[in-house]
């Protein structure tokens, strides 16, 4: 089918675990004909948990894209669909789909409700301003209470949620009550009149526009064309003044045609949702820029997802903004300055590729065999285009580490190949590797997280393992202003050296990093030799001063020196300044910091007190208890990374394996005296053996 880019509408299914995402994701699929039987989890049978853990563990740990063709009031529409992981542990594929999409769409159990992953996908939404719509899905579950669970979606986050169409007949039916139809019905659903609700989301659209306003109140709702309420409607939707609520069950088919309709006549195509946040250029340079989705235009597309297959190598997956590509076309990544060939172009379909010949502006396509390409890259066929990127997304940080190395030996070359293709992948996983203690780490967002990417590590690059708990990764600062002096001369027979640096330290607020200031007077070091001298204050900065750890959030003014017409060379001042640095520090009331992590831990109620213990004697600051449908709880608490090693045996422990966590970096604070005179004696031996 040909299509348009009004034809287009680009949908990421969200939410909590367990909220029916894939399911649904499959139903549409069949639904939209582009499957002919839909599969399921138990089977491992479905189109986007294809992996093999995915199969194994029942949950996606991946996002997964397919497209369907729907033909709504005759009209053409193409569906492109991602389904996203719900577990918080693999949020960076989830967080990263959310970049080719205009509507979120945030799954809910009509069995379970409001959950945790609920608030958290509806606040990442928002923030990313783009348009959100809740389908409450399982309504004709034994245990739903559809009224239920669209009272607590408006108590929890606003009025402006208001249902497109209702439940009918104990979740057997549904009934259209804002006229997506063409018809809106008449009488009772199991929330109440469909009279009313309809009356209320006509009132919450017309609201948003004076001009339909206008109309409405002159004429009432007889009087308002179709075009002037889908305008409404988008602007309602890109302003957050409403977010539409629609009821399904995935396993029986019930709304999904529903759903299909309200896709295609009421969600915003790829010229209707809020741009996306284009800049040109960098630092005080920097300016936001349009993309238009004209085909005719120059390319601008950006890659959000990359796949390493082993039998087609790298593939990109992008979303066009601006232009067509084509077969054949030369593009440019970045500002590369050698464009590589588009030799073939693909949809996705799970773990399928289907080859097409273009995609216009706002379709989500694949490239294959381009080594360079790298998640968050531009794509464009002209240098015009240069120095264009998507602002950055933010993505929690991964803090939970283990070290590796290969477990036979000679790996270690395969090993570090693969660990990189693998953060290509995710960009919540992240590797370290400390030269000083020729130490790998690996870095993600808890324990399942990073066990899923070792199991995928061997799977899928016959690579294997060994770990142990890594360092932590403490920093050092400065707490006090202090002054450091150090007059480096050696003398050798031949030509000698010669450097003296006068500087002084003050401590920047936390999180701010390292500022280096020249203040030299009367030319006492010349300036040629000034760029040594902070090449050695930054080798105290990567390798600390007094437990070995990188300082931080620290300001070194250079102030005054002294050099030699002969003797004074670029060795002189690197040892100069990094002996004065060292001094100052001395003198600065030194700090250790230790990261501090936003910890929240879902588990049964009746286990709250043994997690709540548990936490305080880890040195928790417990911040607050939230109760969620199901009997369960959700503590969130401050915690020093330290001291949650080995905490997901522990909290598996104490719940029978029914409690979870996640965790993001907060912040960096001083650890307690005992625990850095710990670390600075543990130190000391390192340095005098050296």
Not at 367 to 396: G, N, T
Not at 404 to 427: I, N
Not at 477 to 482: C, G, I, M, P, Q
Not at 511 to 527: A, H, Q, S
């Amino acid at each position: 089918m040909s299509y348009t880019t009004e034809n287009i509408r680009n949908v990421a299914f969200a939410g909590h675990p367990g909220a029916g995402k894939t399911m649904l994701f499959e139903a549409l699929l069949h639904a939209g004909g582009a499957i002919q039987t839909a599969g399921t989890i138990e089977r491992g049978t479905t189109v986007s948990d294809f992996d093999p853990i995915e199969k194994e563990r029942g949950h996606s740990v991946d996002a997964a894209i397919a497209s369907i063709d729907a033909l709504t009031d005759n009209a053409p529409v193409h569906i492109n669909l991602v389904d996203t992981p719900g577990y918080p542990d693999f949020r960076g594929p989830t967080l990263s789909a959310l970049a080719a999409v205009e509507t979120v769409a945030i799954v809910v159990d009509a069995d379970a409700g409001v959950e945790y992953g609920t608030r958290r996908m509806m606040e990442y939404a928002k923030a990313r301003n783009l348009c959100r719509v809740i389908v409450v899905n399982k309504i004709d579950h034994h245990d739903a209470d559809a009224a239920r669970v669209l009272n607590d979606l408006r108590e929890i986050f606003g009025a402006e949620l208001l249902p497109l169409n209702l439940p009918a007949d104990g979740g057997q039916r549904v009934v259209d009550c804002f006229g997506y139809s063409g018809k809106i019905a008449e009488g009772d659903s199991d929330v109440g009149p469909v009279a009313e609700w309809h009356q209320k989301i006509l009132d919450q659209v017309v609201e948003v526009n004076e001009t339909v306003m206008d109309h409405y109140l002159d004429l009432g709702e007889e009087g308002l064309s179709g075009q002037e309420l889908h305008d409404a409607f988008e602007q309602c939707l890109r302003e957050g003044h409403l977010v539409p609520v629609c009821f399904v069950s995935a396993r029986s088919g019930t709304g999904l045609p529903d759903l299909l309709q309200i896709a295609g006549r009421l969600l915003p195509h790829p010229g209707e949702g809020n741009p996306p946040p284009f800049v040109k250029g960098s630092g005080e340079d920097v300016a936001s820029i349009d993309a238009a989705p004209d085909p005719k235009a120059h390319v601008i597309a950006d890659v959000f997802k990359i796949v390493n297959d082993p039998f087609v190598g790298k593939l990109g997956v992008f979303r066009v903004y601006q232009g067509t590509v084509k077969k054949d076309t030369q593009l440019f990544i970045d500002d590369g300055k050698k464009p590589f060939k588009v030799g073939h172009l693909f949809k996705l379909k799970g773990k399928d590729h289907v080859e097409i010949t273009e995609a216009i502006p706002g379709d989500i396509a694949a490239v294959a065999k381009v080594d360079d390409l790298h998640f968050d890259a531009v794509l464009h066929d002209s240098h015009d285009e240069d120095q264009i990127h998507l602002a950055p997304m933010e993505f929690p940080r991964p803090m939970f580490g283990l070290a590796v190395e290969a477990a036979h030996k000679g790996q270690e070359q395969k090993l570090s190949s693969a660990l990189h293709k693998l953060s290509e992948e995710d960009p919540a996983f992240a590797i370290e590797h400390h030269g000083e203690l020729n130490e790998t780490v690996v870095r993600g967002l808890s324990d399942l997280h990073l066990r899923v990417m070792l199991q995928r590590l061997k799977d899928k690059y016959g690579v294997e393992v060994t770990t142990r708990p890594p360092r932590i990764a403490y920093r050092e600062t400065v707490s006090a202003k202090a002054e450091g002096h150090h007059r480096h001369k050696k003398q050798t027979g031949g030509a000698g050296q010669f450097g003296e640096v006068f500087l002084r330290v003050e401590p920047l607020p936390r999180g701010t990093g390292f500022e280096f200031v020249d203040e030299v007077k009367g030319g006492t070091i010349p300036g040629q030799f000034m760029p040594a001298v902070e090449k050695g204050v930054r080798q105290v900065l990567a390798g600390g001063a007094v437990a070995g750890y990188p300082l931080q959030d620290v300001r070194v003014i250079v102030y005054d020196g002294k050099h030699h017409s002969v003797d004074s060379k670029e060795v002189a001042f690197v040892a100069a300044g990094k002996k004065a640095f060292l001094d100052a520090i001395a003198k600065a009331r030194p700090q250790v910091l230790e990261p501090i992590v936003d910890l929240e831990v879902a588990a049964p109620e009746q286990h709250m007190g043994d997690i709540s213990g548990g936490l305080s004697s880890k040195r928790a600051r417990i911040s607050g208890t939230d109760s969620v449908r199901g009997g369960e709880i959700v503590i969130k608490a401050q915690v020093p990374l330290s001291e949650l090693e080995g905490y997901a045996a522990e909290l598996k422990s104490v719940t029978a394996g029914r409690g979870r966590y996640a965790l993001d970096f907060s912040h960096y604070e001083p650890v307690p005296p005992q625990v850095q005179v710990r670390l600075v004696e543990a130190y000391k031996p390192r340095v005098d053996e050296d």
